[in-house]
Every structure is written in structure tokens, then in C-alpha cells.
């Protein structure tokens, strides 16, 4: 009995201390208003289980080291230039062949707080002052470079570079505040992505462990320069990439990657094409028309019962443990890249992964380019190249 009081006892008391959170340890303890919502998730044994045993991303050649902090996305521009891409710092970079070179900005007033850095997650502080470029997509036509900046929006920088122009930060009165990805139609219609209208990027683990889906998918027009919302209601949102022959794009939410038709019968409307076998960040069409879909890392046991029961989710949110500890419990214990080609009708058609994270520890977009595979990710100080 005596044992049992003394376990009723911490047990109240560990109650208190996460109701309280007194000494501000927790890792949602910045944020008051934080709530946890239930996902919307399928089974267990509905999320495929298929693996690359020989876990061939490990064959990857690591370039750039130390040259690039958090490559986002990898674009080439219509003359097969490149790669582009998107750091941490805020600046766009230009591989010319020799070295890479400053090509675009995106934050209008930038300052010695976005000068260079040891690691990627040192600019996090100030990436709203700096700019986050993320998603990048050349108009093949105009050889304009199309930016989706996680704070300052939809943007567009001209083939010379220089200081980007803001072309959209607000859709339906509400603003933009985690703009993600994007991609181009013949006509010049924008198709992009704001993971959420609540959390910043720099709050993206936030986002993650709240399940809240207010994020959108949404199309800009460069006649009207009206931006209008073809989804709500989505848990962020993330890549998106037109099919090859235009009739329909996809994009990947927290665990799925859905078809949104433009033409045809059913034009307007999306529906699921695959379930993933993780947490999804770009997608990419191959010229095939094939679509390459980075995984940020698989679905693990303790994050799919987060995802069921909020409550449980919110109290272990409370304890004093960091967000980077809750970040590693999502992930099994250690970041692992995994990528996956998936068929226009959703037939997985190969994955690649390194479960154990030895090379290819994370991977945000993979772009497949004359029989190789460039990957960048906003984790890591490094393009991976995979020949195919």
C-alpha cells in the first residue's frame, strides 16, 4: 500500500509539473496557444512495408561538402546549367561549372546577421530576416527562376539574378506563412504549397508534432495576379510536381501523395494516389513522367500512436525534454534518407534508401538528371549524386 501512495504521489505530481511546466524545459513551452490534434491516418498494416535491403543511397558520391549549408532544392536552368539551389543563409547559389557563386536573394533587407554560419540550424533564429528559399522551378520558356521562400512567399528572379520580386504573400485575406514548394504549367500558372497558416518554418517541428492541417495548395495566375486556394485543410503540405503531360499535379501531404486534377472529368477534384512510407518532403517528375518522392525518414511505431491519440502526445510534449529528443523519438532514433519513384497511376517503381543514415542521413528533394540523382536536404552541408 505504502508503494502504491508513494507511486499515486509522483504520478500527481509529474501531472502538476507538466500542467505547470515551471521551469520551461518542455519543448512546446514557447508556445501556450500549442494544441495536439488527432491525425487522420490509416492502419499500421496499411502503410507499406518495402525496403531497399542493400540500402544503395550509401553509394551516393557526397559533393559540395561544406560549401553549401542546407540545399534544399536542386534546379538546372533551360540550358542545362546548374545545379541551383537554396541554403540556409538565404541566398540562392550558382554552380558554374568551377565554383558556386551568389545568383539570387529573396529578403529585401538583408544584414550581417545572415552572413555565413557553422551549421544550417544556426540561422534558424533569423531565417524570417534572411529569407528561406525553398522549392525552385525555372519557366523553360523565359529562363525566370520561380522561388517558394518559406517567409516572403511566391517569388521570381529574372535569368540574370539579383534581388527576387514578390509575386504572391497572401491567399483569401490570409497571409502566407510557410510557403514550400511549387511548379509551372505551359501557361504560366504557378501551382504552390503554404504548409500552414499557423506555424513559420522555423517552427516546423511544431507543425509536425501538432497534426494541424491548415495548410493549402494553391495556384497563382500571372495575367490576374490572383492567387487563389484549390485545397484547404491540409497537413503540411509539402512537394508538388505537374505530371508530364499537365493533366494533373501531385502533392505529397504528411503521409500521402495526392493526384489534383486540371483537365478532364474529374478537373478540380484530388484524390489519394499512394500512401508513403514515411514523411514526405519534394517531388519530382522525371522525363518519363515518373514521379521521385523524397522521404524524409519512415513512419515509425511511436510516431503513428502520437499521431492516434493527441492527449498522450500533448503530455509527453510537456515532460523536459527538448524538441530535438521528441525530433529523434519521431524518427527511430536517427535521421535515415529514404527516396521512392512511383508510376503516374501510384505503382511504386523502385526505392532507395540508407536506413542506417551513414551517407545520405536526410534528403529534402531529389531531382533525376542525365541518369543521376541530385538530393539536397535542409539537414545536411551537402548535395548526394546517385548514379542511376
Same mark, same amino acid.
Request: charged share 25%; with cysteine.
Given at each position: 500500500?505504502?508503494?502504491?501512495?508513494?507511486?499515486?504521489?509522483?504520478?500527481?505530481?509529474?501531472?502538476?509539473?507538466?500542467?505547470?511546466?515551471?521551469?520551461?524545459?518542455?519543448?512546446?513551452?514557447?508556445?501556450?496557444?500549442?494544441?495536439?490534434?488527432?491525425?487522420?491516418?490509416?492502419?499500421?498494416?496499411?502503410?507499406?512495408?518495402?525496403?531497399?535491403?542493400?540500402?544503395?543511397?550509401?553509394?551516393?558520391?557526397?559533393?559540395?561538402?561544406?560549401?553549401?549549408?542546407?540545399?534544399?532544392?536542386?534546379?538546372?536552368?533551360?540550358?542545362?546549367?546548374?545545379?541551383?539551389?537554396?541554403?540556409?543563409?538565404?541566398?540562392?547559389?550558382?554552380?558554374?561549372?568551377?565554383?558556386?557563386?551568389?545568383?539570387?536573394?529573396?529578403?529585401?533587407?538583408?544584414?550581417?546577421?545572415?552572413?555565413?554560419?557553422?551549421?544550417?540550424?544556426?540561422?534558424?533564429?533569423?531565417?524570417?530576416?534572411?529569407?528561406?528559399?525553398?522549392?525552385?522551378?525555372?519557366?523553360?520558356?523565359?529562363?525566370?527562376?520561380?522561388?517558394?521562400?518559406?517567409?516572403?512567399?511566391?517569388?521570381?528572379?529574372?535569368?540574370?539574378?539579383?534581388?527576387?520580386?514578390?509575386?504572391?504573400?497572401?491567399?483569401?485575406?490570409?497571409?502566407?506563412?510557410?510557403?514550400?514548394?511549387?511548379?509551372?504549367?505551359?501557361?504560366?500558372?504557378?501551382?504552390?504549397?503554404?504548409?500552414?497558416?499557423?506555424?513559420?518554418?522555423?517552427?516546423?517541428?511544431?507543425?509536425?508534432?501538432?497534426?494541424?492541417?491548415?495548410?493549402?495548395?494553391?495556384?497563382?495566375?500571372?495575367?490576374?495576379?490572383?492567387?487563389?486556394?484549390?485545397?484547404?485543410?491540409?497537413?503540411?503540405?509539402?512537394?508538388?510536381?505537374?505530371?508530364?503531360?499537365?493533366?494533373?499535379?501531385?502533392?505529397?501531404?504528411?503521409?500521402?501523395?495526392?493526384?489534383?486534377?486540371?483537365?478532364?472529368?474529374?478537373?478540380?477534384?484530388?484524390?489519394?494516389?499512394?500512401?508513403?512510407?514515411?514523411?514526405?518532403?519534394?517531388?519530382?517528375?522525371?522525363?518519363?513522367?515518373?514521379?521521385?518522392?523524397?522521404?524524409?525518414?519512415?513512419?515509425? $511505431?511511436?510516431?503513428?500512436?502520437? !499521431?492516434? &491519440?493527441?492527449?498522450?502526445? =500533448?503530455? /509527453?510534449?510537456? #515532460?523536459?525534454? *527538448?524538441?530535438?529528443?521528441?525530433?529523434?523519438?519521431?524518427?527511430?532514433? $536517427?535521421?535515415?534518407?529514404?527516396? !521512392?519513384? &512511383?508510376?503516374?497511376?501510384? =505503382?511504386? /517503381?523502385?526505392? #532507395?534508401?540508407? *536506413?542506417?543514415?551513414?551517407?545520405?542521413?536526410?534528403?529534402?528533394?531529389?531531382?533525376?538528371?542525365?541518369?543521376?540523382?541530385?538530393?539536397?536536404?535542409?539537414?545536411?552541408?551537402?548535395?548526394?549524386?546517385?548514379?542511376?
Amino acid at each position: 500500500m505504502r508503494s502504491a501512495g508513494i507511486l499515486a504521489g509522483l504520478s500527481i505530481l509529474l501531472a502538476l509539473y507538466c500542467g505547470i511546466d515551471p521551469f520551461k524545459h518542455s519543448a512546446i513551452s514557447d508556445f501556450p496557444d500549442f494544441e495536439a490534434f488527432e491525425a487522420d491516418i490509416p492502419a499500421w498494416s496499411e502503410f507499406p512495408k518495402v525496403r531497399d535491403p542493400g540500402n544503395l543511397l550509401q553509394n551516393s558520391e557526397i559533393k559540395f561538402l561544406n560549401q553549401v549549408q542546407g540545399p534544399e532544392s536542386m534546379a538546372f536552368d533551360p540550358q542545362g546549367r546548374g545545379p541551383y539551389t537554396g541554403v540556409a543563409d538565404g541566398r540562392i547559389l550558382f554552380w558554374n561549372g568551377e565554383a558556386w557563386t551568389d545568383f539570387a536573394y529573396t529578403a529585401p533587407n538583408r544584414s550581417e546577421l545572415c552572413d555565413p554560419k557553422p551549421s544550417a540550424f544556426s540561422y534558424l533564429k533569423n531565417e524570417h530576416i534572411c529569407g528561406r528559399p525553398l522549392g525552385l522551378r525555372f519557366d523553360k520558356n523565359t529562363g525566370d527562376l520561380y522561388i517558394a521562400d518559406a517567409y516572403f512567399g511566391l517569388m521570381k528572379v529574372g535569368p540574370q539574378g539579383g534581388q527576387a520580386t514578390s509575386l504572391s504573400t497572401e491567399a483569401e485575406g490570409v497571409p502566407l506563412r510557410f510557403t514550400n514548394d511549387l511548379d509551372i504549367d505551359d501557361e504560366g500558372n504557378i501551382y504552390f504549397t503554404d504548409s500552414s497558416t499557423k506555424y513559420q518554418r522555423r517552427n516546423f517541428l511544431l507543425l509536425v508534432f501538432s497534426a494541424e492541417d491548415s495548410g493549402r495548395v494553391l495556384k497563382y495566375n500571372p495575367n490576374t495576379k490572383e492567387t487563389t486556394v484549390l485545397v484547404h485543410n491540409v497537413r503540411f503540405p509539402n512537394g508538388l510536381s505537374l505530371s508530364k503531360d499537365g493533366s494533373f499535379f501531385v502533392f505529397c501531404d504528411a503521409g500521402r501523395l495526392w493526384k489534383y486534377w486540371l483537365r478532364g472529368e474529374k478537373a478540380g477534384t484530388s484524390e489519394i494516389m499512394v500512401l508513403l512510407p514515411g514523411f514526405p518532403d519534394n517531388v519530382r517528375t522525371n522525363e518519363k513522367g515518373e514521379f521521385w518522392v523524397a522521404i524524409h525518414c519512415r513512419l515509425t $511505431r511511436y510516431a503513428y500512436l502520437c !499521431a492516434l &491519440y493527441p492527449k498522450f502526445r =500533448k503530455f /509527453l510534449l510537456k #515532460l523536459p525534454i *527538448s524538441a530535438t529528443i521528441h525530433y529523434l523519438l519521431h524518427v527511430g532514433g $536517427r535521421p535515415h534518407a529514404v527516396v !521512392a519513384k &512511383y508510376s503516374p497511376e501510384g =505503382k511504386l /517503381l523502385r526505392i #532507395l534508401e540508407d *536506413s542506417p543514415g551513414k551517407v545520405v542521413k536526410a534528403v529534402s528533394e531529389v531531382d533525376e538528371k542525365d541518369g543521376k540523382l541530385w538530393m539536397g536536404s535542409v539537414l545536411v552541408p551537402f548535395v548526394a549524386v546517385y548514379q542511376l
